[in-house]
């Protein structure tokens, strides 16, 4: 028996672009910078991870077997005909050729929220932030076009952007009984995990907080040759996006490291004054003048 409300592949594809715009406008904003086709491939793409990460983050019951099920519909030959996201991402997987094991490693990422809520190491979390992130980097590179080389950058940038999502969100995580900030990290200026859940925002915690935020713009510019090596239509877009994450690791500095009670943002003026700044950037460099 066919299902009741098969989409049209274009009607599958609307979808992902309004899961896009209700979960992440910055990330909407940066991706209308890029041509149609890709415009599109690549908000299919954040529909399929908003809704793999959604599955754990948000399931009221057994999230293991939701996110079992999630893993066997994306693994089967054909999405079923009412399934927007999985018709879109599927399309996007063949026309850009994308190999399996990339979204199979984003996966099991997500896999990991179900039996880590703690990280010893920065080493540890690089894995972590490695198949959440740093692959939707890899992915996004087969969508865009790239050189060879390329990909080492673009792994570095999704460790970037994952640490500046852990940094924002260390209250909402607390929350859920997560501490994603490596316990090394928090011995080293004289913290728990304890003091996270328990939101101690004190001269200590604003130290630890300020070597992160360090550490996290270190990585964005260890990764920003990386730009140089995509397609020529689709760099400004990914320089424009990691610009506006990089903005939320300076209005945590301004909310003076809360975390806790109050979500950093970069309000629309600001986000288009990054996208102007980048291209700038991007434009000197073609130039050779930086």
């Known amino acids: ?147 060879e080389g390329a990909a080492r950058y673009a792994i570095k940038l999704g460790v970037a952007l994952q640490l500046t999502n852990i940094l924002r969100d260390v209250g909402e995580d607390a929350q859920r009984g997560r501490v994603y900030l490596p316990l090394e990290d928090l011995a080293r200026f004289g913290l728990s995990d304890d003091d996270i859940l328990n939101g101690r925002r004190d001269a200590a915690f604003c130290d630890l907080m300020r070597f992160e935020i360090a550490r996290a713009h270190q990585l964005y510019e260890q990764a920003w040759p990386g730009i140089g090596m995509l397609k020529a239509d689709g760099q400004l877009a990914i320089a424009a996006a990691a610009g506006i994450y990089r903005e939320i690791l300076g209005k945590i500095e301004t909310n003076e490291f809360d975390v806790f009670t109050r979500r950093a943002y970069v309000p629309l003026p600001e986000k288009l004054l990054t996208v102007w700044r980048v291209r700038r950037r991007l434009r000197a460099e073609r130039r050779g003048k930086v």
């Open 1 to 147: 028996m066919p299902p009741r409300h098969a989409l049209t592949l274009p009607a599958a594809y609307q979808v992902c672009v309004e899961i896009t715009r209700r979960h992440s406008r910055s990330f909407f904003l940066s991706s209308q910078l890029l041509p149609a086709d890709k415009r599109g491939a690549i908000r299919a793409l954040y529909a399929f991870c908003r809704t793999s990460d959604d599955i754990v983050d948000q399931c009221e019951s057994d999230a293991t077997q939701a996110l079992a099920t999630w893993v066997a519909q994306v693994h089967a030959p054909r999405a079923r005909a009412d399934n927007a996201v999985l018709l879109a991402w599927n399309d996007t997987v063949a026309r850009y050729s994308i190999p399996s094991y990339l979204p199979d490693e984003l996966l099991a990422g997500i896999a990991m929220d179900l039996t880590a809520n703690r990280y010893a190491t920065f080493d540890d979390l690089w894995l972590y932030c490695y198949r959440v992130a740093s692959v939707v980097g890899l992915i996004s590179m087969h969508i865009i076009g790239y050189r």
